[in-house]
């Protein structure tokens, strides 16, 4: 944000106190303080806030893979492996094998790689990022080609790193490296922008770590983060440069929803701020200093916290999956975000999971049952977390 809005805003901090801050027109906004750190910790389990379904996906000859889901609609889900072998996995929504696309290679109908896949149910297409040719390419859920299209050029623009079905019409998505507007909604049908949506900040800044060796440049990240979070039907935009997270609202407009302090713009090094799992009374959080040693390969210290939207506290926290007899940890850097229904998709390897069922580790119920059938050698359980209605 500018100095002027900045100021603003901090001016409107003082006069409402911290916390959960009033605005105009009855909507809040959150303070969060990136230098603390947080001693007190909450115990959750996490299917008491969010409802989980577990999915077996079906292994066949055909169909062995590493269950690396791309997107998940009413009908289908999307897999694919993180070898680039170009395969991509079509499940119907019970893990019922359909079919196997590739239409991996260098023709004009054809993607080099596979960074992520969206899925468009209405229209019958999935769009396939490759970042090497800087273009989608549209398939129907055949693999029958449709069209291709071009990512935006131009203001540092490299690729889009993060992609979502927005709308009947248009996808949205984010460029990291963009200097402007990371932020485009993107025509399904020709790849024009359609939306430029403007987030502001005065410096770009990026959470990695940079080392040139002679001819050589090196680039290490703790791992990706969440710029895009589709939430209550509406979407949650995260740019590090900024110091605040917005709303972006169906009629294109940017309400503040969380706002950092101090300003990254002063800090050096920067502490960033990271969104992990949104649920209708927790939001869980993340603050990253921005330093990494090459030596030792060590850095990016980073504090876990959430804040509860009951109480307006802020607090550290651990969550375990209940469906564990155990204490089983859920590790929120592994969760994905998916849709406006389902919040975050992880997976469980078959092996661990027929491992954790010889040693007693599961409680009667949905997992226990599929780790029951399994066998070790069978593709992952997909574990889909889902706002609760």
Request: hydrophobic share 35%; proline share 3%; charged share 25%.
């Amino acid at each position: 944000m500018n100095r002027l809005l900045f100021f603003l805003v901090a001016t409107l901090f003082i006069i409402v106190g911290c916390g959960g801050e009033k605005q105009a027109g009855n909507d809040y906004f959150i303070t969060v303080d990136v230098t603390k750190s947080y001693s007190d910790k909450k115990e959750l389990i996490l299917q008491d806030f969010m409802d989980v379904e577990y999915i077996a996906l079906e292994t066949t000859d055909e169909f062995v893979n590493q269950g690396f889901v791309q997107d998940v609609g009413k009908d289908f889900i999307l897999v694919k492996n993180s070898n680039q072998d170009g395969d991509i996995f079509v499940y119907d929504r019970m893990g019922r094998a359909l079919r196997k696309i590739n239409r991996l290679g260098e023709g004009n109908e054809e993607y080099t790689n596979i960074y992520n896949i969206t899925l468009d149910e209405d229209n019958g297409e999935m769009f396939v990022n490759d970042i090497f040719k800087k273009k989608f390419y549209v398939y129907d859920l055949y693999g029958n080609y449709k069209r291709s299209l071009i990512h935006k050029e131009g203001s540092g623009t490299l690729f889009y790193t993060d992609v979502f079905n927005y709308d009947k019409d248009n996808l949205i998505c984010y460029d990291s490296y963009n200097e402007e507007n990371a932020f485009v909604l993107v025509s399904k049908m020709d790849g024009s922008i359609t939306k430029e949506i403007n987030v502001p900040f005065t410096e770009k800044k990026q959470l990695r770590a940079v080392k040139k060796d002679g001819k050589m440049t090196y680039s290490v990240s703790p791992g990706p983060h969440r710029p895009i979070i589709p939430y209550k039907g509406n979407w949650l935009l995260l740019e590090f440069s900024s110091d605040t997270v917005y709303t972006l609202l169906p009629d294109n407009i940017l309400r503040p929803f969380m706002v950092r302090i101090p300003t990254v713009q002063s800090m050096n090094p920067e502490t960033m701020f990271i969104l992990r799992l949104m649920s209708n009374r927790f939001y869980f959080m993340e603050a990253v200093e921005n330093t990494y040693s090459f030596d030792s390969n060590s850095g990016f210290s980073t504090t876990y916290f959430m804040y509860d939207n009951n109480e307006k506290v802020f607090s550290g926290y651990t969550i375990y999956n209940g469906d564990f007899s155990t204490k089983k940890e859920v590790d929120m850097s592994e969760l994905r975000p998916v849709s406006h229904e389902i919040e975050s998709w992880d997976s469980f390897e078959a092996h661990r999971l027929v491992e954790s069922l010889e040693k007693g580790e599961l409680k009667d119920g949905p997992l226990k049952e599929i780790a029951a059938k399994l066998d070790e050698d069978a593709n992952a359980v997909i574990m889909l977390v889902k706002h609760r209605k």
